[in-house]
């Protein structure tokens, strides 16, 4: 591994680009972008994967709140089920963040890939 | 209601233990859990994020982590992007989207079997099967 020392120029250009891609990625999806923000962050701009992903993090509050004013114009917002689903989750996160210092998520991480793997084929035969 | 609460506990606790964002369990669970189509579920996914990004950036700015600078411009660079997106999946039927998201599903799947297999082998290098 190796990281080019760059131009300020094509370091604004690259931002640039992950940007773009992760706004375009996070519209379509309905994702806040990190899956296509933080390997790019660490492969283009040389970021180790802590400020990789919280640089991510604070990047997707202004491409989901955008994404989701757009998607207000067009009426799919369904703002109770938001606030019922956002708030949790926020409680969700102190505590896997808690767990994950307490445990090995190795087998975690292969439980939930099975867990995604058995949502996709319900949403393809449904 | 539960239902909803149930997936956001859920989707947050993963998000905090794997580092894989809320989204990608909040459309599934909208679908499936509590039948909104693909097109209100992405919407309504968005807008669940942003309170998820805001506590998980405040947490992380406290360590330093998060470069504001960078965080700032990639950050105004999506907006165009992003709009551009919701309109793209508003032009597609619920179905292609559907299944398009499916797919998404299964990549973000193998990309964490790919990351559990590696952190394995750091942790037990003797562990290859050459032995």
Redesign the interface.
């Known amino acids: 591994m190796y990281v080019v020392a760059d131009a300020p120029g094509s370091r604004?250009l690259k931002?640039?680009a992950?940007?773009?891609?992760?706004?375009?990625?996070?519209?379509?999806?309905?994702?806040?972008?990190?899956?296509v923000?933080v390997p790019l962050?660490i492969l283009w701009?040389g970021?180790e994967e802590?400020?990789a992903?919280?640089?991510?993090?604070?990047?997707?509050?202004?491409?989901?709140?955008?994404?989701?004013g757009?998607?207000?114009l067009?009426g799919?917002?369904?703002?109770l089920?938001?606030?019922?689903?956002?708030?949790?989750?926020?409680?969700?996160?102190?505590?896997?963040?808690?767990?994950?210092q307490r445990?090995r998520?190795?087998?975690?991480?292969?439980l939930?890939?099975?867990v995604?793997?058995a949502?996709?084929?319900?949403?393809?035969v449904? | 209601?539960i239902g909803?609460?149930?997936?956001?506990?859920?989707?947050?606790?993963?998000?905090?233990?794997?580092?894989?964002?809320?989204?990608?369990l909040?459309?599934?669970?909208?679908?499936?859990l509590?039948g909104?189509d693909q097109?209100?579920?992405?919407?309504?996914?968005?807008?669940?994020?942003?309170?998820?990004?805001?506590?998980?950036?405040y947490?992380?700015?406290r360590?330093g982590?998060?470069?504001?600078a960078?965080?700032?411009?990639?950050?105004?660079?999506?907006?165009?992007?992003?709009?551009?997106?919701?309109?793209?999946?508003?032009a597609l039927s619920g179905a292609i989207?559907?299944?398009?998201?499916?797919?998404?599903?299964?990549l973000?799947?193998?990309?964490?079997?790919r990351?559990?297999l590696s952190?394995?082998r750091l942790e037990n290098p003797g562990a290859d099967g050459l032995d």
């Open positions: 604004s931002l640039m992950i940007g773009t891609l992760a706004g375009l990625f996070s519209g379509l999806f309905g994702v806040g972008g990190g899956t923000i962050l701009l970021y802590r400020s992903t919280a640089t991510s993090l604070a990047a997707i509050i202004f491409i989901a709140a955008f994404g989701a757009v998607q207000g067009y799919n917002v369904n703002v089920d938001a606030v019922l689903i956002g708030v949790p989750a926020v409680g969700g996160v102190v505590i896997g963040t808690w767990l994950q445990l998520t190795r087998s975690i991480s292969l939930f890939a099975a995604l793997v949502s996709a084929i319900e949403l393809i449904r | 209601m909803a609460i149930a997936i956001g506990l859920a989707a947050g606790i993963v998000a905090g233990l794997l580092g894989v964002g809320g989204g990608v909040f459309v599934p669970g909208l679908v499936i509590l909104l097109h209100q579920a992405e919407a309504t996914s968005l807008l669940a994020i942003v309170p998820v990004a805001i506590v998980g950036t947490t992380q700015d360590y982590h998060v470069r504001r960078d965080a700032l411009l990639l950050g105004v660079l999506s907006l165009a992007g992003a709009a551009a997106g919701v309109v793209l999946a508003n989207l559907r299944d398009a998201f499916a797919v998404l599903m299964m973000v799947a193998a990309q964490l079997v990351r559990a952190e394995q």
